[in-house]
């Protein structure tokens, strides 16, 4: 029977959720949620994507995701292979860890975004130590959102929830969104795409940004050129191998074609040459490092490019 096709769309945010095969823990310590986070945040700086919530429970997990135009499959498959990576290096094991494909819905509505995000943080919710008290488990970021906790891995951005609230006081936010959480623990899974949600509240709000979502269709043939042009390489260097100042112009065109592009790795090998997979993700590796090191020649590239994507 064929797989029913995933819903995406471009500009979607996502309820993501994956489980572990039924006899197997997905996390069976501690150390292994804390791994999950630290790869999370690197990809989700990686591709420009924003995490709005997540909470790791010992045989799956929620994330509310905003993949920001970069697409969800790409993101996932990353995130979860090098979980499995991971985690059957550490445990001393071989294939499958995960029960079939991550689920993912579509949020298609402020409040659809909202239940998602109550959900999320009440899943501790039938864990007995924790019930009613839903904020102070660490493995969610709900005791983020309400203060109780530092956000270690720097991965949550809450101003789209504050947003949707339509409050900008981290006070009045936290006594709001925390009674707002508690008022939904009765819902579940399937109710809340179509759950009406009023949320009042008697501050006077300012505006507060929004999310943005980056445009991931840049031409190939625009990418190269441009990044050649800029570091002084012919364009036609960028199929030569063994060469070891063509190292960093290589790795940065293989990072923004993966991520502006939106080309999986067999795709940008057909622009590189002679590479395999294993070496494509390499280079972006190493161009993602060569974005974050501090080089504004790198960060400016970027930034024109987006800003010509768009």
């Not at 924003?50 to 498959?77: E, Q, R, T, W």
């Not at 860890?97 to 993912?104: A, I, K, P, V, Y």
């Not at 040459?273 to 960060?299: A, Q």
């Amino acid at each position: 029977m064929p797989r029913i096709a995933r819903q995406k769309h471009e500009q979607a945010i996502y309820h993501v959720m994956s489980r572990s095969l039924s006899e197997i823990l997905l996390f069976r310590e501690n150390d292994d949620k804390d791994y999950f986070l630290k790869l999370l945040k690197r990809y989700s700086d990686k591709y420009g994507a924003s995490v709005y919530a997540y909470c790791l429970m010992n045989n799956h997990f929620h994330i509310h995701l905003d993949p920001k135009g970069f697409d969800i499959s790409k993101f996932m498959h990353s995130l979860n292979t090098a979980y499995v990576r991971y985690y059957n290096t550490k445990y001393d094991r071989h294939g499958h860890l995960f029960q079939e494909r991550f689920q993912s819905k579509v949020l298609s509505s402020d409040q659809y975004n909202l239940a998602v995000s109550a959900y999320i943080h009440n899943n501790p919710k039938d864990i007995p130590e924790y019930s009613g008290r839903e904020e102070i488990y660490p493995y969610s970021s709900y005791g983020i959102y309400l203060n109780k906790r530092l956000d270690y891995h720097n991965i949550i951005e809450k101003t789209f929830i504050m947003e949707i609230l339509q409050i900008n006081n981290i006070n009045n936010f936290v006594s709001v969104y925390h009674e707002f959480v508690r008022h939904q623990r009765h819902i579940d899974e399937d109710s809340m795409e179509t759950l009406t949600i009023n949320v009042s509240t008697e501050v006077e709000n300012e505006y507060i940004s929004g999310r943005g979502v980056i445009i991931r269709g840049v031409s190939p043939d625009k990418v190269i050129s441009y990044i050649s042009k800029q570091l002084g390489f012919a364009q036609q260097n960028i199929a030569w191998k063994g060469k070891r100042e063509l190292i960093p112009y290589r790795a940065f065109c293989a990072y923004v074609l993966r991520v502006l592009g939106g080309m999986s790795y067999r795709e940008i090998c057909q622009h590189m040459h002679s590479i395999t997979t294993t070496c494509c993700s390499r280079l972006c590796d190493i161009g993602f490092e060569l974005l974050n090191r501090g080089d504004n020649v790198y960060s400016e590239m970027f930034d024109e490019l987006i800003s010509q994507a768009a």
